[in-house]
């Protein structure tokens, strides 16, 4: 599974950007399809998760209420809408697979998303 990830850059705080991430390869082979984000001297955290069946999501609790991850089943992609940007929410963001047996994880090569204040 190959994950490739656009739409980050730079944006002021309180605006909006949406990252995308399509999958190709065995992407039948996936359960769930994520974000997680890495700010130097702080470890990777999850961002958003979604689930392939039923399209259960969860959230970090510092981007409830602005974030929200969808998929285009269609294109093998998701998305993250991100608004009400914050400087803290600077960071690289990835995007994450893992396949059904959870033994698999797949990593796109990140994005940066840079907000100012």
């Known amino acids: 599974v190959q994950l490739v990830e656009s739409g980050g850059g730079l944006v002021q705080a309180g605006g909006s950007l949406r990252l995308s991430c399509a999958a190709s390869?065995?992407?039948?082979?996936?359960?769930?399809m994520g974000w997680y984000r890495h700010t130097p001297g702080k470890q990777r955290e999850l961002v958003a998760r979604?689930?392939?069946?039923?399209?259960?999501?969860n959230y970090a609790d510092s981007v409830k209420g602005r974030f929200t991850i969808s998929r285009d089943n269609a294109k093998n992609t998701i998305y993250l809408q991100m608004n009400s940007l914050k400087p803290e929410d600077t960071a690289v963001y990835y995007c994450?697979?893992?396949?059904?047996?959870?033994?698999?994880?797949?990593w796109g090569q990140g994005t940066q998303v840079t907000v100012s204040s």
């Open positions: 994450h697979a893992n396949d059904w047996s959870g033994n698999l994880n797949y």
């Open positions: 390869g065995s992407t039948f082979s996936i359960n769930a």
């Open positions: 979604i689930i392939s069946g039923g399209g259960r999501t």
